[in-house]
C-alpha cells in the first residue's frame, strides 16, 4: 500500500512540477544559446538575454516555493480537509499515510534540485571556451588531482549526503507536527500551526545550545584531529535529525491516529 500511495503522491507533484521543469530546461537552453552568441562577457547585454536571465533566476526560485508548498498543502487537504474521510478509510494505518507524504515530499526535493542544477550549468557550459578549459584541465591532470584532494573527505561527503536528506526529512516531519497540533483547533488552524512550529523551533534552539555547550566543553572532542572532529559532527548531525524525525513523526502519528479533527 505504501508503494501505491507514494505512486499516488509523485503523480499529483508531477502534474505540476514536471511543466515547471520543462519549462526551466528551456529557458535555460535558450540562455545557453544567448550566452555561446555572445563571446564579449558572460552575461548579454541586450535586454532579451538580461530578461531570460531573470526568468530563469525567478522560475528556479518559483520550483523550490512549489515544491515546498505542494509538500505542505497535500498533507493539509489530503489527510485533514474532507479527501482525509476517504484516505483514512483505506486500508493501511496511519503511518503509512504519513510516510507516503514525507517520503514523496524527499524525492520530489531532490527532483527540484537537480533541475535547478541542470538549468544553472547548461548555461555555464554553453559559455564559449568553458568545455575546452575542462577538457584541459582533464589533459594537464586537473581532476586526477583534484580526486585525489578530497580522497580523505569521502566519508565526510557520503555523510554530508546523509546529513541532507536526514535535515530534509526532519523539516518536513516537523511541518507535519505543527500542522497535526494545530488541527487540533476548531477555529484558526493555521495560527494554532504557526504557533506549534514557532514553539517546536524554540525548543530545538535550546537542545541544539545545550549540545553544543557540551561538545565544546569535552576534552576527547578537543583531542580528535580536523577530519574526525567534522565526521564527528557529522554523526552528531545525523543522529539529532533522526530523534527529531522519531519525535515529530510520533507527534503526528498519534495526533492523526487518535485526535483526528477533520474539517
Known sequence: MLSRLIGYEMKAFGRILLP????????????GIELNAFSGSKMPENAF????????????????????????????????????????????????????????????????????FIAVMIPV??????????AD????????????AIAPYRSNIILAVLLVIA??????????????????WSDHRIIGSALAYIA????EAILLGATGIAVSQSDRWNDLSQVMAFTGAEVVA?????????????????????KLNLE
Open 200 to 203: 517546536m523551533d524554540i525548543v
Open 49 to 116: 538575454g538580461m530578461a531570460l536571465i531573470l526568468f530563469l533566476g525567478l522560475l528556479i526560485m518559483a520550483i523550490f516555493i512549489v515544491t515546498v508548498v505542494l509538500s505542505v498543502g497535500r498533507f493539509y487537504t489530503n489527510l485533514l480537509g474532507r479527501e482525509g474521510y476517504l484516505m483514512f478509510s483505506l486500508p493501511t494505518g496511519t503511518g503509512t499515510l504519513i510516510w507516503a507524504k514525507v517520503i514523496s515530499s524527499i524525492i520530489w526535493s531532490f527532483f527540484s534540485t537537480a533541475v535547478a
Open 137 to 148: 584541465m582533464g589533459r594537464n591532470g586537473g581532476w586526477s588531482a583534484l580526486m585525489e
Open 20 to 31: 515547471l521543469y520543462g519549462v526551466a530546461i528551456i529557458l535555460s537552453l535558450l540562455v
Open 238 to 258: 545525523i543522529l539529532m535529525c533522526l530523534a527529531g524525525i522519531a519525535v515529530c513523526g510520533f507527534i503526528t502519528w498519534i495526533l492523526l491516529d487518535r
Open 167 to 184: 535535515y530534509l526529512a526532519y523539516c518536513i516531519v516537523k511541518i507535519y507536527a505543527a500542522i497535526a497540533i494545530g488541527q487540533l
Open 125 to 134: 557550459l554553453a559559455y564559449p571556451g568553458t568545455v575546452d578549459e575542462l
